[in-house]
């Protein structure tokens, strides 16, 4: 199989950013202040009263050494912020030649798509009642339309309509106006009786002719056609001939009246003002979009407060609807009216099962919004909150961005399951640190574990940042993470994805609950910098199961339906609701589908892809193959036991087994000699390769603030360099141990 990467996007490419002075969107600050200069001046000096900027002021320090009539450059900052940004703006107040739905090929799909099921629907709908209820109808009404017909033929032959003004001149006994009226009726009624014997001649000849002469085929169609004008005529006012075909809105073209009513319904109008229309109705995707500028006063916001109202107007759900504000103006809002509710439509598999690798330094799919584009996740530099009520998919969610994870072998995973539910057990393949429930078995302790994952991290973000500065600037440039430097495995500082669902079962735990919860608070807050994410998950997100000290810590928030706007405001943080994002209008049947704020410039919705317990499975058989492949299957994946709880003792013990004078000291001889001083404790450690042996040593002593550094050594007349410490800092993480101590 070829291998290949999920959703690569190319680099875009930058942008110039220049500022062009032959092009202002708005003229310069005109001198008017200026004394009189001459008429010639020298070259590079305005004349007094040209558009000029502003020279600095001679009392200002950073002004001296300017001489009078010296050319100055004018500062920057007197241009316009952006000639770039100006055109942008002109750029999308002018409308397209063509329409999106023209234009893009995906635009064009959806309209071809929409056109076929639209007039499918109808004419299979009148098709199906053709047969036993429309040719009934017909012949059922026929003789009453020959009967109205020809009533109506006769009345306009003998002018009945005039008959009421001859009997009010009778009853008046106005002799004059009634013998003008006879004579009026009298030669209408000569004119339209040979207007009608030639018609009825003409007709029966007609007749005739097409039933000697006309095939058989022509003949029952006419006859067909005569019968069904007949049918029609005799057809009751409140029962048609012809049934309206019940097709949802999805399937009625959407119109001007449509959308002024409903503006009217939901009160945005007024007598004196109604909305304006600054570009037609028409289709974009699966669904309308309507721009609308509302009355002068009304705003976005009052169309979003009046969403329910505007849905009912236009006759739909509320799901169906969506705004945009749009930042040409304060009053106008664009629609975006959905032909079905598209958040009850699955989004499908992800497409994590037809890819060998993903590259976690780069956006991968998460999902689609409303309306079916992809939405790329991304968690560099940042961490995740899940929060949702339980059986919404809020799991499956965190999950899939897990996943994404393993596909990357140069990822790290750290796993915890609160719940202990099966949902994670497969990831026990490829995480680094894994553990389910809270609950003690078989010897093994998954808050302990936790812990102790929590304090290793710490201590490795810590390391993170000092060993970051001190890289060359040839290796790391700008003193931050790089995918090469993730990548290499001698640096060892992978990106780190920390997942932890259902945290409120740890944070609630009554021993070790302000531990981990101050560990969590420090990691999300600090870790992202250096490439370690947390993502957290829970099903309580109030302030007693998952304080908000750790919730203010999440750049991003993802809400999926919860029960009441408070909590949607709790999980997206505050002001959420007022921007219009309210995760408890989701409905119980829009699973898997929340609200992501903080992971880009937009907030919008996303219904996350589905990858269930088999497509797990297999998404991580080949992520830990990847891993083998790659060299990168480390910790508990690959039966690495983590190190024992090392006790404050390892900082005395070490110092025991320093040379007298010796500054520095390489780790892996640290190791051999505290194997002799207390085999039975570092015995393991000693019998270890000399990399694994010197980390071992350098994640015992993270915790305290003890970090390692390369030590160079002549041997033989070749220089070695290894990792090692310094005694002065080990001096130093003593002396801090002894203060606590003494303080406790």
Same mark, same amino acid.
């Given at each position: ?31 008017? /202040? ?33 001489? !009078? ?139 005739? =002719? ?145 890819? =060998? ?87 093994? @302790? ?74 969590? #608070? ?78 880009? @410039? ?9 990858? @269930? ?18 060299? /990168? ?55 270890? !390769? ?29 220089? #070695? ?24």
């Amino acid at each position: 199989m070829t291998e290949t990467t999920v959703f690569t996007p190319p680099d875009e490419p930058a942008g110039t950013g220049e500022r062009t002075a032959d092009v202002l969107p708005f003229p310069l600050k005109k001198d008017t /202040t200026s004394p009189a200069a001459p008429e010639t001046p020298a070259e590079g000096v305005v004349k007094p009263g040209e558009w000029e900027a502003e020279l600095p002021d001679t009392d200002d320090p950073e002004a001296e050494g300017l001489t !009078e009539g010296a050319t100055v450059d004018p500062p920057r900052e007197v241009y316009p912020p952006s000639v770039a940004e100006w055109m942008e703006a002109k750029d999308k107040a002018r409308f397209a030649v063509l329409p999106d739905w023209v234009k893009l090929p995906d635009q064009r799909k959806a309209v071809r798509r929409w056109a076929v099921r639209h007039y499918s629907a109808v004419m299979g709908y009148h098709a199906v009642r053709l047969p036993c209820i429309y040719t009934p109808k017909v012949l059922w009404y026929s003789p009453r339309g020959a009967w109205r017909w020809s009533a109506a033929i006769g009345r306009w032959v003998f002018d009945s309509e005039g008959k009421s003004l001859r009997l009010a001149a009778v009853a008046a006994e106005d002799a004059a106006e009634y013998l003008k009226l006879s004579r009026q009726r009298n030669d209408r009624v000569r004119l339209r009786g040979i207007v009608a014997a030639i018609a009825s001649l003409v007709g029966l000849a007609a007749a005739l =002719t097409l039933y000697v002469m006309a095939p058989s085929w022509m003949l029952l169609l006419a006859v067909a056609t005569l019968t069904t004008t007949l049918g029609a005529v005799g057809a009751p006012a409140d029962r048609p001939l012809i049934d309206l075909a019940k097709v949802t809105f999805r399937k009625r073209r959407l119109s001007s009246d449509i959308v002024i009513r409903a503006h009217e319904a939901a009160r945005l109008t007024s007598k004196d003002q109604s909305i304006a229309f600054p570009r037609p109705i028409g289709r974009d995707g699966d669904g309308w979009r309507v721009v609308v500028d509302l009355p002068y006063g009304r705003t976005f916001e009052d169309a979003l407060n009046a969403h329910a109202r505007l849905a009912s107007g236009m006759d739909i759900a509320p799901t169906q609807l969506f705004l945009d504000k749009d930042e040409t103006s304060g009053r106008r809002v664009s629609y975006w009216i959905a032909d079905r509710d598209p958040l009850a439509v699955p989004s499908g598999k992800s497409p994590l099962l037809g890819a =060998t690798r993903v590259d976690f330094w780069k956006p991968f799919p998460w999902g689609v919004d409303e309306r079916g584009n992809p939405v790329m996740a991304t968690l560099l530099w940042l961490s995740l909150l899940v929060g949702a009520v339980p059986r919404q998919g809020k799991t499956f969610s965190a999950r899939t961005i897990a996943l994404a994870a393993a596909l990357d072998p140069y990822v790290r995973l750290y796993v915890f399951d609160g719940k202990a539910s099966p949902d994670w057990r497969r990831f026990a393949l490829v995480a680094h640190r894994i553990a389910f429930g809270i609950v003690p078995k078989n010897g093994f @302790d998954p808050v302990g574990h936790l812990l102790a994952s929590l304090r290793e991290l710490k201590a490795d973000v810590e390391d993170r940042y000092h060993r970051l500065s001190e890289l060359p600037l040839h290796v790391c440039p700008e003193g931050k993470l790089t995918p090469e430097i993730s990548r290499d495995k001698k640096l060892n500082m992978p990106l780190t994805l920390f997942v932890i669902d259902e945290v409120q079962e740890y944070l609630q735990h009554p021993e070790h609950g302000k531990e981990i919860l101050s560990l969590l #608070v420090y990691l999300a807050r600090v870790a992202p910098a250096v490439g370690v994410s947390v993502m957290t998950s829970t099903q309580k997100p109030d302030d007693k199961a998952c304080p908000s000290e750790l919730r203010d810590q999440h750049q991003a928030r993802f809400a999926l339906r919860v029960g009441a706007y408070q909590v949607s405001d709790t999980i997206l943080g505050a002001g959420s609701y007022s921007e219009g994002l309210d995760a408890s209008k989701l409905l119980k049947s829009h699973k898997g589908v929340g609200l992501l704020k903080g992971m880009s @410039d937009d907030s919008g919705i996303v219904r996350t892809y589905l990858a @269930d317990g088999r497509d797990a499975e297999r998404i991580l058989t080949r992520a830990a193959a990847l891993r083998e492949a790659e060299g /990168t299957l480390t910790g508990d994946a690959a039966g690495e036991a983590p190190a024992p709880e090392v006790s404050a003792t390892i900082l005395d013990d070490v110092a025991q087994v320093l040379g007298k004078g010796e500054a520095k000291v390489w780790s892996e001889t640290i190791v051999d000699r505290l194997a002799d001083l207390r085999p039975e404790a570092y015995g393991a450690w000693a019998e270890l !390769e000399p990399k694994p042996k010197a980390e071992a040593l350098s994640n015992a002593l993270k915790p305290f603030g003890v970090g390692t550094l390369q030590i160079s050594r002549r041997i033989d007349g070749e220089q #070695v360099n290894k990792r090692g410490i310094k005694r002065e800092d080990l001096a130093t993480a003593i002396t801090q141990r002894n203060k606590k101590r003494d303080a406790g």
